[in-house]
């Protein structure tokens, strides 16, 4: 995903042939802040990728969060915490 991409996602991109300074420099800074925001968030969900674990004979599947562990050292279950607070949830 480049700067472009999201002054086309957010319909900021000027509109005009000629250069001019219609929006132009808001929206370029807008469009980084943004795509900033995006890979940092990305970094994160990378870090608390969910975990599949198996019982012994296959018959119970936790999904687990590598990262997260609960007060007794015990790994947390998926989504985690973490996670329910990117989407906007109250963790
Ligand atoms: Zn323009
Ligand atoms: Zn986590």
Same mark, same amino acid.
Request: with cysteine.
């Given at each position: !995903?480049?700067r472009? +991409? #999201?002054?086309?996602e957010?319909g &900021? $991109? =000027?509109p005009?042939?000629?250069p001019c300074?219609?929006? &132009?420099?808001g929206?370029?800074? !807008?469009?980084?802040? #943004?795509?900033?925001?995006? @890979?940092? #968030?990305?970094? &994160?969900?990378?870090l608390h990728e969910?975990?599949t674990? @198996?019982?012994?004979?296959?018959? #119970? &599947?936790?999904?687990? =969060?590598?990262r997260?562990?609960d +007060?007794?050292?015990d790994?947390?279950?998926?989504? =985690?915490? $973490?996670?329910r607070?990117? +989407?906007?949830? +109250?963790?």
């Amino acid at each position: !995903m480049t700067r472009d +991409d #999201i002054k086309e996602e957010f319909g &900021v $991109t =000027c509109p005009h042939w000629e250069p001019c300074d219609c929006l &132009v420099d808001g929206a370029d800074f !807008m469009a980084d802040e #943004i795509l900033k925001l995006r @890979t940092a #968030i990305e970094r &994160v969900r990378a870090l608390h990728e969910r975990e599949t674990r @198996t019982s012994r004979f296959g018959s #119970i &599947v936790w999904h687990l =969060c590598p990262r997260c562990r609960d +007060d007794g050292g015990d790994p947390l279950e998926h989504p =985690c915490p $973490t996670l329910r607070a990117l +989407d906007g949830e +109250d963790a």
